[in-house]
């Protein structure tokens, strides 16, 4: 079964760049990587997803190595509003069933 | 924008009762699923719907069930709630249909389910 990996927490400070990677030894092969943002008191957002190399679009990019056991989030130059919990998102279809695998969560705090 | 909305934010119940939690969505979507989020386990799938009145066990199905009759809703039910079901619960609905991360899933803002 995948196993997704991520850092619990990270702290920075504003206008810095923030790379937060997930680590998924065992992910579907078809399948798109996918990272969300949480805030308190709210369900996830979609920020982005990608199937290989790099994605960019007007928030973040996302870094995905060719064999696609890992992947960098890269948020640019973070603000306090950045200050949230992010999660990836893969699938598993090694065991014969079906599985959407959740990563723990990376807790990132912007500092002034 | 796509819209997912849960019928309650804050919900308290007894141990035993029968509880229903539902969830809407606006974007005609094929994809909907039922998650519980708890500290230090993450989101954890309990079913998903691929079409109406089609569901698949996820994770943790044990003590809930769930009822696709229209496209747009998708219900939530905790046959005899107990206190270990206290937990956040999220509804999310994707497009496409079938298995797989292709197509984002989009989120509710969640129930918080109390069961006293």
């Known amino acids: 079964l995948a196993k997704t990996t991520q850092p619990i927490s990270m702290d920075s400070y504003e206008g810095q760049e923030v790379n937060i990677t997930c680590s998924h030894n065992n992910i579907a092969t078809n399948d798109y990587i996918t990272w969300y943002q949480q805030f308190p008191s709210q369900g996830p957002r979609f920020i982005i997803q990608g199937y290989k190399t790099k994605v960019t679009n007007e928030v973040a990019s996302l870094f995905i190595p060719a064999d696609r056991k890992s992947s960098t989030l890269s948020l640019p130059r973070v603000s306090l509003s950045d200050t949230a919990v992010y999660y990836c998102l893969v699938g598993d279809d090694t065991s014969g069933t079906y599985k959407y695998i959740f990563g723990t969560g990376t807790r990132l705090k912007v500092l002034a | 924008d796509v819209k997912v909305t849960q019928s309650s934010r804050y919900l308290v119940k007894r141990t035993g009762e029968k509880v229903f939690l539902e969830c809407v969505q606006d974007?005609?979507?094929?994809?909907m699923f039922w998650y519980r989020q708890d500290p230090g386990l993450g989101l954890r799938l309990i079913y998903f719907?691929?079409?109406?009145?089609?569901?698949e066990k996820g994770d943790i199905p044990e003590g809930y069930s769930v009822s696709r009759e229209k496209k747009e809703r998708f219900s939530l039910i905790l046959e005899s709630a107990s206190t270990n079901q206290t937990s956040m619960y999220l509804c999310a609905s994707s497009a496409g249909t079938g298995l797989g991360t292709n197509q984002p899933q989009h989120f509710g803002d969640g129930t918080r389910l109390s069961i006293l």
């Open positions: 974007m005609d979507h094929e994809n």
């Open positions: 719907s691929y079409d109406v009145k089609m569901k």
